[in-house]
């Protein structure tokens, strides 16, 4: 008989978008004919300078352990990108810690931050890893179900139900993973003075600022007046934005001496990024060229959003959706399509998938299985293919109900 696992793990579980991202591509290496819109992952290359960047790091013999915080020209480069992304605010390089990916960013926050009787609040839905992050640092965490005739974001007041003594952090992403909603300036800053006054830590995941529809970045909590910020994370990095996921280059910026904290905690666990990606990553932060590139990828979401809430809207009328204004994800919900038989984002999924070989991500796993989420970071031609297959099963399932 095994030994029983350790009760630091009693609560984990796989990651769903990977499992599923895992299922489509054995699928793919089988022969079948199946179009994968479950990953979070932009379809485009890693723009050129980036790449030649980090080559010519491993050329330069920059192959060695790396600084256990970042090398300082991508710390600088951060900070930099943050400065012009919030109309000239000071940046600390200092206060900025880069990790292997912003998910391990933000696990370092958390261990950093809480443990044991803690509760943390998540906005609900919200990307598979915020809960089990929380749970792996012996902390709970607390889902707070955003307004859907809000985007389903979450307001002050949706906060407060949630709160209690113990209460120690909220973890709040805008541009938002699954929803694709962003918070405004305003809401921002109402959620700042909510913690404050409650002396609660903020970790604000801005892995999506630059991928918004709306005029320049995403609103961010770095837009906010200093006192607003003595209790706040703020989660960055190459991934999404600037097409190098594969890369692992996230950061945190946080005060002084948090940052202090997570940098021993990363010396005790990976000590430090790769480091050609980083020389790569400080090239895509400050050349003109990759910033080009950005803006062309983000007018390329932006086009495939356009087309994707015009055809719901034209072919599937009684289909609800978040209308996304940042990201790459439209989250659409199921289960009203067949009146008197509810239909479950799980349900939906896996006779999207057995009938015409399409694969989306239920709702149960970002906490809600009446929804579905729909990644756009693909090709026109995909989407198209792919919209196309999803409209039918929609069609087949409202079908059933008027009959």
Known sequence: MPDALSLNVQHLKASETVAISNEAKRRKAAGEDVLDLG??????????????????????????????????????AIAGQLCRLSSGRPVDADNIVVSSGSKQSIFNACFTLFGPKDRVLIPSPAWVSYPQIVHL?????????????????????????????????????????????????????????????????????????????????????????DELLERTVVIYGASKAYAMTGWRIGAALAPPHLAKAMAAFQSHTTTGANQPAMWAAAT?????????????????????????????????????????????????RVDGIREGE??????????????????????AAFGDDRWVRLSYAVSDAELEQALDRILRVIKRLAAARAA
């Open 342 to 363: 509810p239909v479950t984002g799980s349900a939906f999924c896996e006779q999207l998938m057995k009938q015409e070989g399409v694969a989306l991500v239920p709702g």
């Open 137 to 225: 640092c012996r902390a709970e965490p607390v889902m707070v179900p955003g307004d859907v005739e809000w985007g389903l974001k979450v307001s002050v007041k949706d906060l407060d139900r949630q709160t209690s003594r113990l209460t120690r952090g909220l973890i709040i992403c805008s541009p938002c993973n699954p929803t694709g909603a962003v918070y405004t300036l305003a809401e921002l800053r109402a959620i700042a003075e909510w913690a404050r006054e409650n002396e609660i830590w903020i970790i604000t995941d801005e892995i999506y600022r630059r991928i918004n529809y709306g005029p320049g970045p995403a609103a961010s909590f770095l837009d906010l007046p």
């Open 39 to 76: 990953v979070g992952e932009p379809d485009f290359d890693t723009p050129g300078p980036a790449s030649e960047a980090g080559i010519q790091a491993v050329r330069r013999g920059l192959t060695r352990y790396p600084p256990n915080i970042g090398i300082v020209e991508l710390r600088r």
């Open 284 to 332: 895509a932060f400050t050349d003109e060229r990759v910033d080009a590139d950005v803006v062309r990828m983000v007018a390329a979401f932006r086009r495939r959003r356009d087309d994707l809430v015009e055809r719901f809207r034209s072919q599937a009328p009684g289909v609800e959706f978040v209308e996304p204004h940042g990201a790459f994800y439209f989250f659409f």
